[in-house]
């Protein structure tokens, strides 16, 4: 990832994909039961809300639920990493909310918008923008998302992938915050 200083992993997060990790493998013969044909899919989805009982999914679109689900599945099951999801779709008026705290607290919107976008223009809106946990989960997803349509959008928030279909697995130009090129790129939005 092209941030100026990698997070190295941290004891506690090995820990927790390992203890993820045998949960759905100790589930995978009741997912199998209830779910022939999606048991390790099935299986993740337990570990995982087990191991992030937090997270909420919806409202993602049908297209970005199913990239997300795919990509943490395969994450878990092939390279024992974890991905959770700190927020996805958000309310117009929570996107605002947050919007305006940020002009409060940077001082203008001009740099509220390197870090939050107003609701117009939010993907977190339309449900196509994902933020990710932990680091190495982000790392994976960055390394492994293009053959899933999920993207890293912003340089300076390592956490944040969009859902795109129409990139043919060719990731978008990457920009150094979300108020840059907003009306340049065709969907390209924070």
């Known amino acids: 990832m092209n941030e100026p200083r990698t997070i190295p992993p ?6 927790y994909a390992a203890v993820t990790l045998v949960l759905a493998v100790l589930l995978l013969p009741v997912a199998y039961v209830r779910h022939p044909g999606r048991a390790r899919e099935t299986a993740c989805r337990w ?6 009982p937090a997270e909420d999914l919806t409202g993602l679109t049908a297209g970005a639920m199913a990239a997300f689900t795919a990509a ?3 994450a878990l099951w092939r390279h024992g990493q974890l991905i959770g999801l700190t927020s996805g779709y958000r309310d117009p008026l929570v996107q ?3 919007f305006e705290e940020e002009v409060r607290r940077s001082g203008s919107p ?6 939050v976008l107003p609701p117009a223009e939010s993907n977190h809106v339309k449900g196509i923008a994902l933020d990710v946990r932990p680091h190495e989960g982000a790392r994976w997803l960055e ?11 912003y340089d300076n928030e390592w956490w ?3 859902y795109r279909p129409g990139n043919g697995g060719t990731p978008p130009r990457r920009r150094p915050h979300p108020g840059v090129g907003q009306a340049s790129e065709n969907g390209d939005q924070r």
């Open 10 to 15: 941290r004891p506690r997060d090995r820990l």
């Open 47 to 52: 570990a995982l809300g087990m191991r992030f």
């Open 72 to 74: 943490r599945t395969e």
């Open 96 to 98: 605002l909310r947050m």
């Open 110 to 115: 001009a740099l509220a918008r390197m870090l």
């Open 143 to 153: 390394e492994h998302g293009a053959c899933h349509d999920l993207y890293r959008i």
């Open 160 to 162: 944040h992938f969009e």
